[in-house]
């Protein structure tokens, strides 16, 4: 049987991103419709509009996911179930705002057509 102050020090060595990914997962829905606010200004072609806006809510978005699920699957054996809860939260955040910016930017879109 292992010395249980071994498997403590094993556990305080551990060190996980799940606490910055649930931060990051948070915070890209608004940054990513701050940055498309910026990308529709009246300081860019109206050719580009389109196109920046887009990438600017679909990078954040897509950048916390994937930041999200590395976390998760780096997150090691002796890892705590706090930190698989925050990885995993930190990927339904990311989703979540995915999902809320996307209905949007769809009702806003068809009621643009009537």
């Known amino acids: 049987m292992p010395n249980p102050l071994d498997y403590e020090r094993r556990l305080t060595r551990t060190r996980s991103i799940a606490i910055v990914a649930l931060v ?3 915070c890209c829905g608004p940054a990513a419709v701050g940055l498309a606010m910026l990308a ?5 072609p109206d050719s580009k509009k389109d196109f920046l806006s887009s990438l600017a809510i679909v990078a954040p978005i897509a950048g916390a996911f994937v930041f999200s699920g590395v976390a998760r699957i ?19 955040s990311t989703v979540a705002w995915g999902t809320i910016i996307g209905v949007y930017v ?7 057509k009537f």
């Open 74 to 92: 780096t997150l090691s054996v002796h890892s705590t179930s706090r930190e698989r809860l925050l990885a995993n939260i930190a990927i339904v």
């Open 40 to 44: 529709s200004g009246d300081s860019v």
């Open 106 to 112: 769809f009702l806003v879109d068809a009621a643009g």
């Open 24 to 26: 990051c997962g948070l």
